[in-house]
């Protein structure tokens, strides 16, 4: 018995071992001293990839921000998605990147006895999202079983909102200086140039993709975790405040996944992981006055 636990603890350990962690791919930030921290915001301790996993898998809900073009963020989540799944049963994963007239498409692949040949045209993948990022993090949750779910509105929809935008119930989410501060960042990310007249539909659709979003993590399976945009996600500012509103504030955690130099605080955020950063691009440049 003696020389049989030390054995049966190695193979525990063998089987619980993290997937290798991809090589960085994005060129900027690499001799910043922050690349590759992870960070528990609430205690200021630096993390391991393994602590940050252990921290993560009794989470109910995950939600995990990212930037949309960096290639790092994508490898960094198909690596926590294979990472959780030694660690927990593996519940649903949602994507702002799949919306409500989808969902159709995405169960007819998930119950067919193989994947298409072409993937993106089964799912009628939206072409403003790059595939050669998505599509790997796709594949692994078809080939393994784990419910995908869209997390957002249709184009319908979302014109809808946008012509008569609905109003939401008093809560966390409509409280004035959320408005405010996602009508501010609505305004930089238009460089300035929208006009005020369209702020408030703007706005209304920012806040219904959130609160659909919320929705779609309470009616997925549990353990969820959601892959959405940073402020989509953002504890003062996204669906963390909705889900509040719903009356499921507890057992939700927040991981952003932020490029060297970034600022995230324990308010917006439960934990951040540093990566290379993509080039800045003069967006602002082609918008005209």
């Known amino acids: 018995m003696r ?24 060129p900027a930030g690499r001799g910043h001293a922050d690349l590759g921290v992870i960070r ?72 067919a006895a193989r994947l298409p040949a072409d993937l ?4 009628a993948w939206q072409p403003g999202w790059d595939w050669a990022l998505y599509g790997p993090i796709l594949r692994h949750a078809l080939t393994e079983g784990v419910p995908l779910r869209a997390a957002n509105l249709s184009r319908d929809e979302l014109l809808a909102v946008y012509r008569q935008p609905p109003a939401l119930p008093a809560g966390a989410a409509t409280a004035p200086a959320v408005r405010e501060r996602l ?12 006009p005020d007249s369209q702020l408030p539909a703007m706005l209304a659709v920012q806040q219904q993709r959130d609160r659909r979003m919320a929705e779609a993590l309470l009616a997925a399976p549990a353990p969820s975790l959601l892959l959405a945009g940073a402020y989509h996600v953002r504890r003062d500012l996204g669906v963390p405040l909705h889900l509040a509103d719903l009356g499921a504030g507890a057992g939700t955690r927040v991981l952003q996944l932020a490029e060297v130099g970034a600022a995230v605080t324990a308010a917006q955020a439960d934990f951040v992981w540093y990566t290379p950063a993509v080039p800045e691009q003069d967006h602002c440049a082609r918008i005209g006055g």
């Open 3 to 26: 020389l049989l636990l030390p054995l049966l603890l190695m193979l525990l350990s063998a089987c619980q071992a993290l997937p290798p962690m991809p090589a960085w791919q994005s």
């Open 40 to 111: 528990d915001l609430r205690s200021g301790e630096r993390l391991s990839p393994e602590e940050l996993v252990e921290r993560l898998a009794d989470a109910e809900r995950l939600l995990v921000g990212e930037r949309h073009d960096n290639p790092d963020h994508h490898a960094l989540q198909l690596w926590l998605l294979e990472a959780l799944a030694a660690r927990r049963e593996p519940g649903a994963l949602l994507l702002e990147m799949l919306d409500a007239a989808q969902q159709a498409r995405v169960d007819a692949v998930q119950t």
């Open 120 to 123: 993106p045209a089964a799912l």
């Open 183 to 194: 009508l501010t960042q609505l305004r930089q990310a238009h460089c300035g140039k929208l």
